[in-house]
């Protein structure tokens, strides 16, 4: 009986070794998974714990409560071969050391037990932390759900708001339009109304010419007729009528150089200011353009082109009042000219009386 005591010891001693060989694998997964959990309350984002480690940890759960319970099966059959090995035993030696043995079994028995349970809390909290994990990763994807909700509402609201600065820079861009149009409408108005009375001008100068010569031809044929009576009288009314016609001819060609030299003027300055024009629009179309990413610039540009607009209407009101004052200055000329042929006709009068009374006496 002896001999069977020993073989159980034996296997029992086996058993325990196999043991020690299962049991030192569960304490580095032990660690990673402490470690893996300190590092998922300092990053609840994702954590680093995989599937299979779960099912590992799950399958050695089961393989440690079906050794326990195998070992607890294989300790009582132990117990109670030695308990019946006892009955017959009648040696007080062999007593001692069945005694021995079994308190030395059992307290094997129950360090194994000890440490199975140990392990057991451990895989359980392995099990918990696990849990707290896939929560951890639920509310961090509801997170960023929700963060990606109220970006995307961002997003609209601001896409909403080009669209509004863009179609109010549209509408800006067509009422500048309309108004450049409308500039050089004005333009070519005014230009054929300009040229309209220099036509008129000329045709008055060239009536005035006709009407001198005319009247020159007049004279001559007369004082050929009167050189014999009155050679020094008709030598005079020459040479101041010459005078008069080199003045008249020199106002005229003075007033159409001016006129010309006026008409180029205007029209340099409105070509200038259509050039002008035409830059600070395309300025103003590139600043709109920048203005989509700009927006806190669009008052200040609006403030610009509403100041370059208020310019552009002064500048056709200084137009106007040049077109007054050259309209002013043609009637004066007219009336200047009107007085001259009248005093020369007066002139042509007296020098006719005087020749008649000469002729009379």
Not at 33 to 38: A, M, N, Y
Not at 150 to 173: P, W
Request: charged share 30%; aromatic share 2%.
């Amino acid at each position: 009986m002896s001999v069977g005591a020993f073989t159980c010891r034996q296997n029992t001693e086996e058993k325990m070794i196999q043991r020690s060989s299962l049991l030192p694998s569960l304490v580095p997964v032990e660690r990673q998974v402490k470690i893996t959990s300190r590092d998922n309350q300092a990053l609840p984002v994702i954590p680093f714990v995989s599937a299979s480690l779960v099912d590992k940890l799950e399958n050695r759960i089961l393989t440690h409560e079906t050794t326990t319970a195998g070992l607890l099966e294989q300790a009582f059959h132990i117990k109670d071969e030695i308990t019946s090995a006892l009955l017959g035993m009648q040696n007080k030696s062999t007593d001692h050391l069945t005694k021995h043995l079994l308190e030395e079994h059992v307290r094997n028995i129950i360090e194994i037990v000890k440490h199975l349970s140990k392990d057991i809390e451990v895989l359980q909290e392995h099990i918990q932390i696990r849990d707290n994990i896939n929560y951890g990763t639920s509310s961090a994807v509801k997170n960023l759900e929700m963060h990606q909700h109220s970006f995307l509402g961002d997003l609209r609201g601001r896409v909403a708001r080009c669209d509004a600065s863009i179609s109010r820079l549209s509408a800006d861009h067509k009422t500048i339009e309309d108004r450049l149009q409308n500039l050089s409408k004005e333009k070519q108005t005014a230009k054929v109304i300009i040229d309209s009375k220099i036509k008129d001008v000329e045709q008055q100068i060239s009536q005035l010419l006709s009407r001198m010569d005319s009247t020159s031809i007049d004279q001559e044929t007369k004082l050929k007729l009167m050189q014999k009576e009155g050679n020094e009288q008709l030598h005079l009314l020459d040479m101041n009528f010459k005078c008069m016609t080199e003045n008249l001819r020199s106002q005229i060609l003075s007033t159409r150089n001016w006129l010309e030299q006026e008409q180029e003027r205007i029209e340099k300055e409105l070509s200038q200011k259509i050039e002008e024009l035409s830059l600070s629009i395309k300025e103003n179309c590139k600043i709109n353009e920048r203005a989509v990413a700009e927006k806190f610039h669009q008052m200040s540009v609006r403030l610009g082109k509403i100041e370059d607009i208020q310019k552009t209407n002064m500048e056709s009101l200084r137009m106007r009042r040049v077109m007054d004052k050259l309209n002013s200055r043609t009637t004066k000329i007219e009336l200047l000219m009107n007085e001259e042929l009248k005093e020369i006709k007066a002139e042509l009068n007296s020098g006719r009386l005087k020749l008649s009374r000469l002729l009379s006496l």
